[in-house]
């Protein structure tokens, strides 16, 4: 089995060596991982919560991120990379959740509670200045997880607190709605590096004012920062405390196991800070150096990221789409012939005879073939054709029991759209008539096979 891995990153500042080896490093290398299947995203919606942000930072910061995960090695055809904004079913999946998320869940979030301490201790209104946004900005978390039904989700301590939040949304909406719609996700935290020290020896963050860049400002930047590092007083020669210096915290999170014990035995031996500093400067640079360069390379045309984007974007929408229509039907969303009074009063199995349904034939040619028709007998999919009907049998199931891809097919002459089982086309829609008629008839055949799954679920319904 897959484990599938998920996390994103706000897009409201310049990525900086705390974020690239707390999240980003350790992200690749999980991806690189076999039976690991990766989703990671720029949280640019996550990014406007609050409204000091600027649009031109965010802009850039969108594009920076994105530049500073495929310099670090990201493999856009291993892992799913796409931006939150590129897809809509996520906002959609948020007002669902929204819908089952209670208040009293969402007042006691840790991000919102010290905005309201903040305000209580000014003396001003209690949320003066929190936005919708903020306040629901678990929700919205919350969506981006679970509508990949991701199994584990790398964050950083902060984000403890989000998502025992997603498995508290999901667990009410699988119970509210009746099924497991939803995995109930993991947090990951990589303890040893999710504290990466700043100058200061703080935490590593834009808050803070004590970050190393990563990549801007090349080898002069990462120099003078470097040189900004605060040590104690103690002078060349003396004897240094390597463990309680974060300076050598700093090395360690970069460095080979050997060449840490060197550095702590040099410090110990009384090499002077200037000399450490130097050292450490050194084996930044030669970790950052290769990626810097591609970086500015990447930086330099945005718009083939912004193609691998749209790319990551298309892929994460073919799932995406077709379990937000499952979630559509669950919740009421349905199409309107699907709850005709008559058919209610005479009973669900009644309705359901007259409901889309699946049938089973042999082509002229002798091969098996199914149809999936809809109420009135309309041809919504025909299947390929299959040598053993053991085959068609099986692929016929798994359209009946599981929320399968639709796609729709550009082709003017060919079919207008084909459902993929495990990335094989196993069959076509009716002619294309067009892109209003294509996007009308893909929707009727999702409410169909909407509706013979949630059948075949509960067979009281
Ligand atoms: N809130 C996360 C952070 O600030 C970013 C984020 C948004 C995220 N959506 C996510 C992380 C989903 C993991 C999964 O770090």
């Known amino acids: 089995m897959t484990t599938r891995v998920l996390t994103g990153i706000t897009t409201s500042g ?3 060596l705390g974020n690239y080896a707390g999240a980003i490093r350790p992200a690749i290398q999980a991806s690189q991982q076999p039976g690991v299947d990766a989703f990671f995203f720029l949280a640019d919606y996550h990014a406007l919560i609050k409204t000091t ?3 031109a930072r965010v802009a850039r910061s969108r594009l920076e991120i994105a530049a500073t995960w495929l310099a670090a ?8 990379f796409y931006r939150q904004s590129d897809i809509p079913e996520i ?5 669902l959740l929204t819908c089952v998320t209670p208040k009293g869940l969402m007042n006691r979030a840790h991000a919102y509670k010290a905005s309201v301490d ?3 201790a000014k003396g001003v209104d209690p949320d003066d200045g929190i936005s919708m946004g903020l306040f629901s900005y678990p929700v919205l978390m919350a969506a981006d997880i679970l509508l ?5 989700v790398p964050v950083g301590r902060d984000q403890i607190q989000h998502l025992e939040m997603a498995r508290d949304i999901a667990q009410r909406f699988n119970h509210i709605y009746g099924d497991d719609y939803f995995v109930l996700p993991e947090v990951v935290i990589a303890e040893e590096v999710a504290t990466l020290p700043g100058l200061d020896g703080r935490k590593m963050s834009k808050s803070y004012n004590n970050t190393i860049p ?5 080898t002069a930047a990462l120099r003078a920062a470097v040189m900004r590092i605060v040590t104690d007083s103690r002078q060349p020669g003396e004897p240094k405390d390597a463990e309680n210096s974060h300076l050598y915290t700093l090395y360690r999170a970069f460095a080979s196991a050997g060449q840490s014990a060197d550095f702590r035995k040099a410090l110990e031996q009384g090499m002077g800070w200037g000399d450490a500093k130097q050292a450490l400067c050194e084996l930044l640079e030669g970790s950052v150096a290769d990626m810097r360069e591609r970086y500015v390379e990447l930086m330099s045309r945005p718009e083939r990221i912004e193609d691998i984007l749209m790319a990551g974007a298309d892929k994460a929408r073919k799932l995406a789409a077709p379990f937000v229509a499952r979630l559509r039907h669950a919740v009421g969303l349905r199409r309107l012939e699907a709850s005709k009074p008559a058919a209610a009063a005479k009973g669900a199995k009644k309705a359901l005879a007259r409901g889309p349904r699946f049938v089973s034939f042999r082509d002229e040619t002798g091969s098996f073939r199914f149809r999936l028709l809809a109420t009135d007998g309309d041809e919504l999919l025909c299947s390929v054709a299959y040598a053993d009907p053991k085959d068609a049998g099986a692929v016929m199931r798994r359209l009946q029991s599981e929320p399968v891809a639709l796609e ?4 003017a002459k060919g079919a207008a759209y084909v459902a993929v089982v495990d990335g094989a086309q196993v069959a076509y829609g009716p002619p294309n008539a067009g892109p209003d008629a294509q996007q009308a008839a893909m929707a009727r055949t999702r409410d169909a096979l909407n509706m013979l799954l949630d059948a075949a679920r509960d067979p009281a319904a």
Request: include cysteine; charged fraction near 25%; hydrophobic fraction near 30%.
């Open 148 to 152: 990949f039904n991701a199994h584990k």
């Open 73 to 80: 090695g990201l493999d856009p055809e291993r892992v799913t």
């Open 118 to 120: 903040q305000n209580t």
């Open 53 to 55: 942000e600027d649009p």
């Open 14 to 16: 310049t990525p900086h």
């Open 91 to 95: 906002p959609e999946l948020c007002w």
């Open 214 to 218: 990563l990549f801007e400002g090349g």
């Open 408 to 411: 729709a097919l550009s082709d």
